[in-house]
């Protein structure tokens, strides 16, 4: 990673950590720790690391082929998590599942599940599962957008995000927006012990690439660890 990759990945951190709301002793302490890191041609895994170490919760996301960023957690509500980036965008998930966003050039205003969401289910019991969502886009008029989809298991996989390894099970939503004529597919890697989807590609809409994103930290401790 280039000086000027180091740099934006860092201000990416700082700004969400602002965005975040955090107190200014707060934030004086972490700018402190990531003037600490020196200057060079750092390795970006021992930049996680430091982000890692950070009192934060934390995911890496990037659109496509676009740029990652750092996202912070900046609000919490149940298993409901806003995640704030660098340049005021905002990404909204449930349990994992991208279900808002704000700052983008078009948004997902709200999803609603008609049944549960298959998502908090136990990952090995997903094969097969059907579920209909409605999700608001501002693109069009698509507002009761109805959502169809099939979750498959993919089987076990071992992943690596940022120099820490896990093994997973990858499960793929094969989803279709009839009245929109659209078609995906999202895909989950979950820790079939915790639940925990520590990787995932989702969808906002026919034209934005999907959000890929891996958890650096996350906002509750998978179970069995501390």
């Known amino acids: 990673m280039g000086a000027a990759g180091r740099r934006g990945f860092l201000l990416t951190l700082a700004s969400a950590v602002v965005l975040a709301g955090c107190g200014q002793s707060r934030l004086g302490r972490v700018l402190g720790s990531i003037e600490d890191l020196?200057?060079?041609?750092?390795?970006?895994?021992?930049?996680?690391?430091?982000?890692?170490?950070?009192?934060?919760?934390?995911?890496?996301?990037k659109f496509g082929r676009g740029p990652q960023?750092?996202?912070?957690?900046?609000?919490?509500?149940?298993?409901?998590?806003?995640?704030?980036?660098?340049?005021?965008?905002i990404v909204v998930t449930r349990g994992g599942r991208l279900v808002k966003t704000a700052g983008l050039p078009f948004n997902l205003r709200k999803t609603v599940f008609v049944e549960d969401d298959p998502l908090r289910r136990a990952?090995?019991?997903?094969?097969?599962?059907?579920?209909?969502?409605?999700v608001d886009i501002?693109?069009?008029?698509w507002f009761g957008l109805v959502v169809q989809g099939r979750m498959r298991v993919r089987g076990v996989e071992d992943i690596e995000i940022f120099g820490t390894r896990h093994t997973v099970?990858?499960?793929?939503?094969q989803c279709r927006a009839r009245d929109a004529d659209w078609t995906f597919t999202n895909t989950f890697w979950i820790d079939p012990d915790s639940g925990q989807i520590w990787r995932s590609r989702q969808h906002v809409d026919p034209e934005?690439?999907?959000l890929e994103m891996w958890v650096l930290k996350p906002a509750h401790a998978p179970r069995g660890q501390t």
Do not use: K
């Open 208 to 210: 934005t690439p999907p």
């Open 38 to 61: 020196g200057g060079g041609d750092v390795d970006i895994v021992a930049e996680v690391e430091r982000v890692r170490a950070l009192p934060y919760a934390s995911v890496v996301g």
């Open 138 to 141: 501002d693109r069009g008029d």
């Open 69 to 89: 960023s750092v996202l912070v957690l900046g609000v919490a509500r149940g298993d409901e998590l806003s995640w704030f980036s660098a340049d005021n965008a």
């Open 169 to 173: 099970l990858r499960v793929d939503e």
């Open 123 to 134: 990952p090995e019991a997903l094969d097969g599962e059907t579920w209909r969502r409605l």
